[in-house]
């Protein structure tokens, strides 16, 4: 079952984001019961020299894949589809009009504008056609922004976006409530709920960025269909700090879970 049927299903999934660019570690995660891999080019060290491996890597696994591109452009989105990713986290859509670029870029024509190039038909030695891909091919936007929020109606209506994808952090700096988490404000808590509630009754697919399975099975019960609760920088530090702690007799440390894996 691809990514997308999964979450047209109705399952929630829960996935980690990878942004150590590194084949051996982004196979460890694809093996350690996410339901998928969250690839990252925003803000990590993850490049387009890096990502081909990256995904090859984790298509060995079975593990679904995920790329947050850098930001909103057709090359962006249709290079990391080309590469094999099942699904493109666009950040920082304001308007229609950019969920709708983002969409096409996302399907081939008539439905869209990606462009032709099966570049992995060789490599993998199996060519996706067009129609499979256009059926395999997940489009997040991602909802950070006032300007986002305001005109969230109009971006639910894009046809061919298929999921929103919640970024708290940005979201709270452009509501002007500084960087501070859900959890310790009610303002930002009631909007990101405003937000799962409108998508929910537009029948679009909605996720989160969170810390932690508390946060994740929180956000699942307010409607979420999958969330990204966790970073590889975050799980390997936890866990060699607490292997180092452990091995000195000392307590196990808790993360500060605001920080450890919003990215």
């Not at 460890?28 to 990252?40: E, K, N, T």
């Not at 081909?52 to 962006?76: E, F, H, Q």
């Not at 930002?188 to 709920?193: E, F, S």
């Amino acid at each position: 079952m691809t990514l997308k049927q999964r979450l047209a299903s109705g399952d929630v999934l829960h996935g980690t984001w990878c942004g150590l660019d590194h084949p051996s570690l982004v196979q460890i995660l694809g093996q350690a019961g996410f339901d998928f891999i969250a690839l990252d080019m925003q803000h990590s060290f993850n490049t387009f020299g890096s990502l081909n491996v990256m995904i090859d890597a984790l298509d060995k696994t079975g593990a679904a894949s995920m790329v947050r591109v850098p930001w909103n452009t057709p090359d962006y989105i249709m290079r990391a589809l080309d590469l094999g990713a099942e699904a493109v986290i666009v950040p920082m859509v304001n308007t229609a009009q950019e969920a709708k670029s983002a969409a096409d870029a996302c399907r081939y024509a008539p439905a869209g504008t990606r462009s032709w190039g099966p570049i992995w038909s060789v490599p993998r030695g199996r060519l996706v056609e067009h129609d499979e891909g256009d059926g395999r091919s997940v489009c997040v936007v991602m909802i950070e922004t006032a300007d986002g929020l305001a005109n969230l109606d109009d971006i639910l209506a894009v046809e061919g976006v298929d999921a929103i994808y919640i970024g708290p952090n940005d979201l709270s700096l452009s509501l002007g409530l500084s960087r501070v988490h859900y959890t310790a404000s009610d303002k930002l808590r009631a909007t990101i709920i405003d937000i799962v509630k409108r998508c929910n009754r537009a029948g679009k697919i909605v996720g989160i960025d969170c810390t932690g399975a508390e946060q994740a099975h929180y956000w699942r019960d307010q409607g979420c269909n999958f969330t990204i609760s966790a970073s590889d920088a975050g799980l390997l530090f936890k866990a060699a700090s607490d292997a180092a702690r452990a091995l000195r007799g000392e307590a196990v440390a808790d993360i500060p879970k605001a920080d450890i894996a919003s990215i």
